[in-house]
């Protein structure tokens, strides 16, 4: 406890000296979210760290999470220093969507209307006509569908089946998932509920569909924390990464938290509701990756005019 004070310290003392704010994601360790917190930064989803990123006057954004959230911040904002604490933080989703492929599935459709998820490379985004969050899928599909366009959609297919269900949008779907979403399981699930009725269960839309059926609310990370403050219930079983804990529990403190299970039928999971990406955002990294400058987001200047145009198109949206 004292070593992590004594980080915390540093890290404030460090921020402050190079004109530099840190920006969590709500799955990163609840440590550094406070810090975040404490030190004038922000705690968020994906959409709103990328616009506090943007609008922030620091000349030195210190993203904790994933790489695309990085490189996010950095295609809205070239001329800041984007460090991370580890570049080595990345997320399936973006593994599972290379450009090369993903490239020739959109030119073998060019009569839809490219949609991608924010967690995908700036080489995928500069492919996009789109890119939105879990928060704003929704509405911008919606707005598309009124528009009479088709989506090729990419690349978690939970979130776009979920959407499709929603809206019946003409969508075309590339096949990734999250390693962390796609463990929760509908029967143990069921059993959970079974032990606790009075409890509500939160899902997000990157879970398998048959989770998102046992739902009672289904939504992004914001939204979720959301749902926690508004409703009655004592009890929450949630299905996302279990960071977001720290959220809920200022949001809701009077409540009770509880994971939604991950193994069914005595298998073992992956990742077991904790993402092994945003697990490397350390305080010791953070440390390191500001004094030292080691881990800086780059992203080759030739795709930041086209990667920013969707992201923009986004932000506009849902301003
Ligand atoms: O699963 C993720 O990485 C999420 C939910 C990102 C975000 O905040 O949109
Ligand atoms: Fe990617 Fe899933 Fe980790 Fe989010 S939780 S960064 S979607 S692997």
Known sequence: AEETEDYKRRIAAALKARNAVLVAH?????????????????????????RFGRDHPATTLV?????????????????KRVLMPTLEA??????GCPIDEFSSF??????RTVVVYANTSAAVKARADWVVTSSCALQIVEHLMDR???ILWAPDQHLGNYIQTQTGADMLMWQGSCIVHEEFKAQSLIDLKA???????????????????????????????????????PTFIVATDRGIFYKMQQAAPDRQLIEAPTAGN????????HCPWMAMNTLPRVLSSLEQGTDEIEVDSGLIPQAVRPLERMLDFTR
């Open 26 to 50: 709500y799955y990163t360790d609840p440590v550094v979210q406070a810090l975040a917190e404490e030190t004038g930064g922000c705690v968020s989803d994906s959409l709103e760290m990328a």
């Open 63 to 79: 993203v904790a999470g994933v790489r695309f959230m990085g490189e996010t911040s950095k295609i809205l904002s070239p001329e």
């Open 90 to 95: 990345t997320c399936s989703l973006d593994i």
């Open 106 to 111: 959109c030119d073998q459709h060019p009569e």
């Open 148 to 150: 009479g366009e088709k």
């Open 195 to 233: 032990v606790y009725p009075e409890a509500a269960v939160l899902v997000h839309p990157e879970s398998p569909a048959a989770v998102i059926e046992l739902a009672d609310v289904v939504g992004s990370t914001s939204q979720l924390i959301k749902a926690t403050e508004t409703l009655p219930n």
């Open 266 to 273: 005595g298998a073992t999971c992956r990742s077991c509701a």
